[in-house]
């Protein structure tokens, strides 16, 4: 089993950080990409940011690019995302999202549970 959980939302105000956190384990032979979704109130989930291991190429929502890092430690099998200048519409549920292959060699796909972003006006 592959569980993934995050960590460090919360409520902050317009224009300042929050550094969300998100861990995988279990029984993990490799873990291809990793990344953070987001849903806000009545909106489809929707890609904020990605990340491949081995050359580390990220991939951001246009509405982030500039004021959100991800980044990646994949010994660890954690990701980081790094949200600055935050505005009221970055507001919703985000969720770490991580793929690769069990211990097995079998294909996964896990979701965390969501972490809640509350950013005032």
């Known amino acids: 089993q592959v569980h993934v959980v995050e960590s460090g939302g919360g409520l902050v105000q317009a224009g300042g950080s929050l550094r969300l956190s998100c861990a995988a384990s279990g029984s993990i032979f490799r873990i291809d990409t990793m990344g953070w979704y987001r849903q806000a109130p009545g909106n489809q989930r929707e890609l904020v940011a990605t990340?491949?291991?081995?050359?580390?190429?990220?991939n951001y929502a246009d509405s982030v690019k500039g004021r959100f890092t991800i980044s990646r430690d994949n010994a660890k099998n954690t990701v980081n995302l790094q949200m600055d200048s935050l505005k009221p519409e970055d507001t919703a549920v985000y969720y770490c999202?991580?793929?690769?292959?069990?211990?097995?060699?079998?294909?996964?796909?896990?979701w965390g549970q969501g972490t809640l972003v509350t950013v005032s006006s």
């Open positions: 990340l491949s291991s081995g050359g580390g190429t990220a």
């Open positions: 999202n991580a793929q690769g292959l069990t211990g097995i060699r079998a294909y996964f796909e896990r």
